[in-house]
């Protein structure tokens, strides 16, 4: 059973930074695209990211577009986050998903989800 | 753009049949994937490409799709049912991934 871990979340004033890591413990993770979604308290599932398994081909919202930055080493399992510029409306639990099939060239459907990591923009 | 509308709730007595819906907003064939999200919990896969059920669900849960409108079915519905339900989709057109609102499902 494939996990995955997200952590670095906190609480950042307004403007500030923070990057998020996904540990995911799966032998297959070069392989498969991964997606940043996050959800504001009390709100539905929002997509932010969405990267390929190669790290070449990127998507996101247009909430964060140019201001978060997802990338991945696939030498340590691991996919980021870099968000930038923070405001409140980005205040949100932050899960990380691993897309349902290999070598995915854009979001298919989200198969395996980490727990997430809290992100909070308040001054 | 693409919108996908859900109700905001749907009530049913165990046993009985619940059916979700998700408005594609006359976007076009889009493939429509389930997810069910407990209180305090990570978002779960349970139906993709519109009608597969994900590992692990049971066969009371079935997806449809007739273009202008997605459903989640869920038959003999059980306590432990209820949650909150999103639909998804990817629109090629914008190159974004789109969720519905989400429907409270109550198990009376």
């Known amino acids: 059973q494939v996990q995955l871990v997200e952590s670095g979340g906190g609480v950042v004033q307004p403007g500030g930074s923070l990057r998020l890591s996904c540990a995911v413990s799966d032998s297959t993770f070069s392989s498969y695209a991964f997606n940043w979604v996050r959800q504001a308290p009390g709100k539905g599932l929002e997509w932010v990211a969405f990267?390929?398994?190669?790290?070449?081909?990127?998507y996101y919202a247009d909430s964060v577009k140019g201001r978060f930055t997802v990338s991945r080493d696939n030498s340590k399992n691991t996919v980021y986050l870099q968000m930038d510029n923070l405001t409140p409306e980005d205040t949100a639990v932050y899960f990380c998903?691993?897309?349902?099939?290999?070598?995915?060239?854009?979001?298919?459907?989200?198969?395996?989800w980490g727990q997430g990591t809290m992100v909070t923009a308040s001054s | 753009s693409v919108v996908l509308t859900q109700p905001p709730s749907v009530s049913v007595a165990p046993g009985q049949t619940a059916r979700i819906a998700c408005g594609l907003n006359n976007s076009g064939r889009k493939i429509v994937n389930w997810y069910q999200q407990k209180p305090g919990q990570a978002p779960v896969l349970v139906v993709y490409?519109?009608?597969d059920r994900a590992s692990g669900i049971p066969e009371r849960f079935s997806g449809s799709n007739s273009g202008s409108t997605a459903a989640l079915t869920i038959s003999r519905v059980e306590a432990g049912d209820e949650a909150d339900y999103f639909c998804q989709v990817w629109d090629s057109y914008s190159n974004l991934v789109l969720f519905g609102g989400g429907t409270k499902l109550t198990v009376l």
């Open positions: 490409d519109d009608i």
């Open positions: 990267i390929r398994s190669d790290g070449i081909i990127k």
């Open positions: 998903a691993k897309d349902g099939r290999t070598m995915a060239a854009r979001p298919l459907y989200f198969q395996d």
